[in-house]
């Protein structure tokens, strides 16, 4: 079993920036990929960043959005620039291994 628990979501105004992050426990040495998505309401979950365990990153905007992790304190990052208030979503971590895992989501906002 693996447990994800995210942070750093909040209220933001358009333009401000934010960091994420995903904390991963349990059993992590199966995990192979690793992910940020986002639902908005009354949308679909979406892919906003990804990174596998060999280093591939697939971004919806590599412009604004970075992700970043740090193994040794087993944790997953996403760093979030000149956010838009269509930003405003639940931000999920996943986990990729023998299952699928999430965690409970931030929310983030960004209003003015």
């Known amino acids: 079993q693996v447990s994800l628990v995210e942070s750093g979501g909040g209220l933001v105004q358009p333009g401000g920036s934010l960091r994420l992050s995903c904390a991963a426990s349990?059993?992590?040495?199966?995990?192979?990929?690793m992910g940020w998505y986002r639902q908005a309401p009354g949308k679909q979950r979406e892919l906003v960043a990804s990174i596998t365990s060999g280093g591939t990153v697939t971004y919806v905007d590599s412009v604004r959005f970075a992700i970043s992790r740090d193994n040794a304190k087993n944790t997953l990052y996403l760093q979030m620039n000149n956010l838009k208030p269509e930003d405003t979503a639940v931000y999920y971590c996943?986990?990729?291994?023998?299952?699928?895992?999430w965690g409970q989501g931030t929310q983030v906002t960004v209003s003015s």
């Open positions: 996943n986990a990729k291994g023998f299952n699928s895992y």
């Open positions: 349990g059993r992590i040495s199966n995990i192979y990929y």
